[in-house]
């Protein structure tokens, strides 16, 4: 199992920051889907995304350039 970065630091923060928002919501007696912020703050600790593997997209950072959302990387 390959798991190489696929996360840029854009989409690490909004995960976090999302991922933050919905557990407090859960541990305040929100939803039971609000636990979903546990797969975003995971994600985001791990940069890595499996949807986005499955998918082939990439918002991680190259050198000298940005992020593909198209190109699966090798």
Known sequence: MNLRS???TIDRAI???VGIVLV???LA???GWAWLGL???ATAAF???PLYRLL???TRERP???GSTGAPSH
């Open 64 to 66: 000298g350039g940005t």
């Open 39 to 41: 797969v975003l703050l």
């Open 24 to 26: 407090l919501w859960a």
């Open 6 to 8: 696929n996360l840029g």
């Open 15 to 17: 995960r976090t920051g």
């Open 56 to 58: 082939g997209l990439n």
């Open 29 to 31: 007696g929100g939803p």
């Open 47 to 49: 940069s890595w995304c």
